[in-house]
């Protein structure tokens, strides 16, 4: 993979760029010039177009080193955040840190809380790092989409403050779990948070296999780990369904005892109580 335009941008704003060589910290040998490009001679200077080829140049070397050590599925966000944690802190620091280990065992919201813990400088917090590492971790947890996920080895990984994986496994038993995580965690975590009851996903992901039986939509939502059947302990599907709507939720269906809710792009909004209606609100 290779870092993204957004990405690029990213490590340039924290970056800076210095056509004349300098030293980030003082008892380093060597000189920093351009996007923080180390290894020249005190009295470099250079143009803007040798900054721009350095920072490919280095950028391409970041790339092939964060590929070498993640060993999981990432997205874009995920790979432009720890090219740029990696062009800062080091690739040793990325091998060795627990966010790595984190990411490699699929807590990707868990590795996404680490970026925060490396804001210091000679033992002093600043203030800096602080926000490139908070920049670094919202691109790293930005359009997280669908991500596939093991029932034995990643259930009880939290996905929110709320959910967990295995809530979204397949109810035939089958180990691949394929989950849209940015549905969870902004739109269903807001459900259970605004009502303050437990959530119950009574379907989630469906194998084929599975989806066919229970006589699912041949392209349900439910196989792309895309929608959610669900029901509020102690609300009724209309409360649910009706603040599911303020949230602009594209798909929604209520039914008797639970609501469905997905991730389509073009709204479709149903009241079934034996034969599907559509309505335009709830």
């Not at 970056?15 to 010039?33: D, I």
């Not at 033992?123 to 602080?130: C, E």
């Not at 989950?179 to 959530?199: M, S, T």
Request: aromatic share 10%; glycine share 10%; with cysteine.
């Amino acid at each position: 993979m290779r870092i993204s335009e957004q990405g690029i941008e990213l490590i340039k704003r924290f970056e800076g760029c210095s056509l004349t060589a300098y030293k980030a910290v003082p008892t380093e040998k060597l000189y920093t010039v351009g996007y923080g490009h180390y290894g020249v001679d005190k009295d470099t200077v250079i143009s803007q177009a040798q900054a721009d080829a350095y920072l490919k140049a280095d950028l391409e070397k970041f790339d092939r080193s964060v590929d070498g050590c993640v060993t999981v599925q990432i997205t874009q966000g995920m790979h432009d955040a720890l090219v740029s944690f990696a062009y800062n802190c080091g690739t040793g620091n990325l091998k060795s840190s627990t966010l790595l280990k984190k990411l490699n065992q699929r807590d990707y919201i868990g590795a996404g809380e680490e970026f925060g813990k490396w804001n210091k400088a000679g033992g002093r917090t600043l203030n800096g790092l602080v926000k490139r590492r908070k920049a670094e971790k919202e691109r790293f947890l930005e359009d997280m989409g669908v991500l596939e996920y093991s029932r034995q080895k990643d259930g009880n990984l939290s996905l929110s403050g709320n959910f967990k994986v295995k809530e979204f496994a397949c109810k035939d038993g089958s180990d691949k779990i394929l989950i849209d995580v940015d549905f969870v965690r902004n739109y269903l975590q807001k459900i259970r948070e605004h009502f303050g009851a437990p959530v119950t996903v009574n379907s989630a992901y469906r194998t084929s296999t599975y989806n066919t039986r229970v006589g699912g939509a041949k392209n349900s939502y439910h196989m792309k780990g895309q929608a959610f059947d669900i029901a509020v302990k102690g609300h009724t599907p209309n409360e649910v369904a009706k603040y599911a709507q303020t949230l602009g939720i594209k798909g929604i269906i209520q039914y008797k005892g639970f609501v469905h809710v997905d991730s389509r792009t073009t709204r479709y909004w149903a009241v079934n109580d034996g034969t599907a209606k559509a309505v335009s609100g709830f």
